[in-house]
């Protein structure tokens, strides 16, 4: 239940995220040194893909997608997927994801037997999802004070 299912490389810095039950853990790539968790998913993760603009996904078992920003392991979005009409509820997973090409657009392979592409909110602004800097704050406080 705590084995690895996932990985993912961005092409600009030498680390990698690995996905396991309900966390993600961000590696220095040159020596394997662990640098941060992510945490934030009540699930088992199955894919995680990252795109040039840092924007990391992490998707599970349940059908839940968080969005992350790489560097700092901010989860600045949450949302989940819908099984297809006809579906059982155990068929809301994601067992693959890939950003495209230009980084706007997410492919998810899923347990309902379908492939969908996502796209950016293009109206979304800072107004329509503001960034919960006091939430955040105090969420890595926490985690500082529970490494040492």
């Not at 009540?42 to 349940?62: C, E, H, R, T």
Request: glycine content about 8%.
């Amino acid at each position: 239940k705590k084995s690895v299912r996932a990985l993912a490389m961005p092409s600009f810095e030498n680390t990698f995220v690995s996905g396991a039950a309900d966390t993600l853990k961000k590696w220095q790539g040159r020596d394997g040194r662990f640098i941060k968790n992510f945490t934030g998913h009540k699930a088992v993760v199955n894919a995680l893909a990252v795109n040039d603009d840092g924007v990391l996904l992490s998707a599970a078992d349940n059908g839940t997608m968080n969005f992350w920003d790489y560097n700092t392991g901010y989860n600045f979005q949450k949302t989940e997927t819908v099984a297809q009409p006809g579906s059982l509820d155990a068929e809301n997973g994601i067992y693959a994801a890939e950003f495209d090409g230009t980084g706007t657009r997410l492919v998810t392979g899923e347990a309902d037997k379908t492939i969908k592409i996502w796209k950016e909110d293009e109206e979304a602004s800072e107004l329509s999802h503001p960034v919960d800097m006091a939430g955040w704050r105090k969420k890595c406080l926490a985690e500082a004070k529970q490494r040492y």
